[in-house]
């Protein structure tokens, strides 16, 4: 069965800072990964993917993520925070052969200080 | 263009009521997804439709959870008997290919049920 570990619940930054949040994941074969944010109220918004290729994928405002087939991690990343970032954040994963559902993490709650 | 819209937004039941919740997906997107999201949880997989073909309904709690898509388009989850362990955020999204495919899914607000 396939599964996502986000080991931390939250995690604090001061606004200009570098931010990390941890995705691991396992999965049969290689995997489709993704991250999406939430914000209150509303859906989940798609921010990034790894199919293939580079293990640097850079999606939207500013985020990108590291593929670590050795680790099964996929870290999401940002050189520089915004308070704006503060959200939810899940990681996501399915399998690339055949068929698989999405697969989420629990979740990780960024918050971003002034 | 419009994203995916769900209604109603909130949704509060007695228990033992039945209820349905919408979904309409964006236009020309062939793969409708359910999932349930709990307080503090990721959301987890109750079906998924290929245009009006449901094709997996392994995520469904129980035969109380029922879902149809009988047009390709428009797609309603109904809960009978609604019990206080159905309170959840009900997610909907939509993908341009099949589910074996790597797009990204594009989800709606959610309804938020919560049973009393």
């Known amino acids: 069965a396939q599964s996502v570990a986000q080991p931390e619940d939250q995690v604090n930054v001061a606004e200009g800072n570098p931010l990390t949040v941890k995705c691991t994941y396992s999965v049969s074969g290689n995997p489709y990964l993704f991250w999406y944010v939430q914000y209150p109220n509303r859906g989940l918004q798609f921010l990034l993917k790894?199919?293939?290729?580079?293990?640097l994928v850079k999606g939207s405002y500013g985020f990108e993520a590291e593929f670590n087939k050795s680790q099964t991690s996929f870290h999401l990343k940002k050189p520089s925070a915004l308070v704006s970032d503060s959200a939810l954040y899940f990681c996501a994963v399915r399998g690339n052969s055949g068929y698989s559902t999405l697969t989420f993490g629990k979740g990780t709650m960024l918050l971003v200080s002034p | 263009g419009a994203g995916v819209s769900q209604s109603p937004r909130y949704k509060v039941a007695k228990r033992g009521q039945d209820v349905a919740l919408r979904c309409d997906p964006i236009s020309g997107h062939v793969s409708l997804f359910w999932y349930q999201q709990a307080l503090g949880q990721g959301p987890e997989f109750l079906t998924y439709?290929?245009?009006?073909?449901?094709?997996?309904k392994s995520g469904l709690p129980s035969d109380r959870f029922f879902a149809e898509r009988p047009e390709g388009s428009v797609s309603t989850l109904k809960i009978q008997r609604t019990q206080q362990e159905d309170s959840a955020v009900y997610l909907c999204?939509?993908?341009?290919?099949?589910?074996?495919?790597?797009?990204?899914?594009?989800f709606g607000p959610g309804t938020r049920l919560t049973v009393t």
């Open positions: 439709f290929q245009n009006e073909a449901q094709l997996d």
């Open positions: 999204a939509s993908s341009v290919l099949d589910r074996g495919s790597s797009y990204e899914q594009y």
């Open positions: 790894y199919i293939t290729g580079d293990n």
